[in-house]
């Protein structure tokens, strides 16, 4: 079995500041782990994605993940925020060498402030 | 750049009718997905299809959801009687297994309302 624990229903910071949305995943096998953010009225965009290999990953917009085993951990990270970046987060976990069926948290919505 | 199409973008439709959400998932992909996003709740999975039957489905696809991909390029999802707490945002998604392609491709959603 698989799921996925975001911390936090809303973060709200200030544009420029640091974003930091968490997420905690719960698999029997090695995950696949990814990040996707859904702007209003659209649909789910894949920001980001471990598979194996590099721990830190690197996605579109300025984002990055961390992949911590020890803390089964895949925290969502950008050094300075833009109010382009107002969106809702969701973070998901697939198992390797499955169908891929990912499984998603509940969603961060991220509020940028002026 | 290749992309999940669905159709409509929003349906309303009377309690207890059926109704027929439409999805081009991209054409190359081997596995179709079906998701759903009640306002202000999590992302759930309802069913994936693969080799033109159902591979895995959740305990909210019971037998008022139907899956089929009809043609070789439509995936659709079919609610026999809709109820009240059908009213969801659908997603369709679709991936093709592999090392380097394990992230599904998701659509714009269909905004289901049931009045």
């Known amino acids: 079995a698989q799921s996925v624990t975001q911390l936090g229903s809303h973060v709200s910071v200030s544009e420029g500041a640091l974003v930091l949305l968490r997420c905690n995943y719960s698999s029997s096998v090695p995950p696949y782990l990814f990040w996707y953010v859904q702007y209003p009225n659209q649909g789910l965009q894949l920001l980001l994605k471990y598979t194996t290999g590099a721990t830190l990953v690197k996605g579109i917009n300025g984002f990055e993940a961390e992949f911590k085993k020890s803390e089964t951990s895949f925290h969502l990270t950008k050094p300075s925020a833009h109010m382009s970046d107002a969106a809702e987060y969701f973070c998901?976990?697939?198992?390797?060498?499955?169908?891929?069926?990912?499984?998603f948290g509940r969603g961060t919505s991220l509020i940028v402030h002026p | 750049e290749p992309e999940v199409t669905q159709t409509p973008s929003h349906q309303v439709t009377q309690m207890g009718q059926e109704v027929i959400l439409r999805c081009v998932p991209i054409s190359n992909h081997l596995y179709f997905y079906w998701y759903r996003q009640i306002l202000g709740q999590k992302v759930e999975f309802l069913v994936s299809?693969?080799?033109?039957?159902?591979?895995?489905k959740s305990e909210i696809f019971d037998d008022q959801f139907s899956v089929e991909r009809p043609d070789g390029s439509n995936f659709t999802l079919k609610i026999r009687s809709t109820k009240l707490e059908d009213s969801a945002m659908y997603f369709c998604?679709?991936?093709?297994?592999?090392?380097?392609?394990?992230?599904?491709?998701f659509g714009q959603g269909t905004r289901l309302t049931v009045v």
């Open positions: 998901a976990v697939s198992r390797s060498g499955g169908s891929y069926i990912p499984t």
């Open positions: 299809f693969y080799n033109n039957e159902i591979s895995e």
């Open positions: 998604a679709s991936s093709v297994p592999g090392l380097m392609n394990t992230e599904a491709f």
